[in-house]
């Protein structure tokens, strides 16, 4: 039963992973038509990584139902040098986006 139950966990992990690489391929190509540049994902990832960083046990990279963080990265920093996409600034006021927003910030 135990057996069972493991491998099905193992199998399952594996889907997520797939699963999770398949929407950054999404993400990352939705920018790309959006016409911002692919990197901000891979970014955004780096603080996530730098936040995580020495937090978790060593082993939970075996069991972490998303694909290896360095290697998202990396994937989007690829997709950022193929696309050639030069970044539009956005117009937006961040300080009424914060106002508009109280319970978070």
Avoid: C
């Avoid at 694909?67 to 994937?75: A, F």
């Amino acid at each position: 039963m135990l057996i069972r139950r493991i491998i099905r966990n193992v199998v399952n992990m594996h889907f997520s992973r797939k699963v999770e690489a398949l929407a950054d391929d999404f993400a990352l190509d939705l920018l790309i038509r959006a016409e911002i540049d692919p990197n901000h994902l891979g970014e955004a990832l780096k603080h996530l990584k730098k936040d995580s960083d020495g937090k978790r046990p060593e082993f939970f990279k075996y069991i972490d139902s998303h694909p290896d963080i360095d290697t998202r990265i990396q994937k989007a920093r690829e997709k950022s040098l193929a696309s050639r996409i030069k970044d539009r600034p956005f117009d937006i006021n961040w300080e009424e986006v914060k106002e508009s927003l109280p319970s978070l910030f």
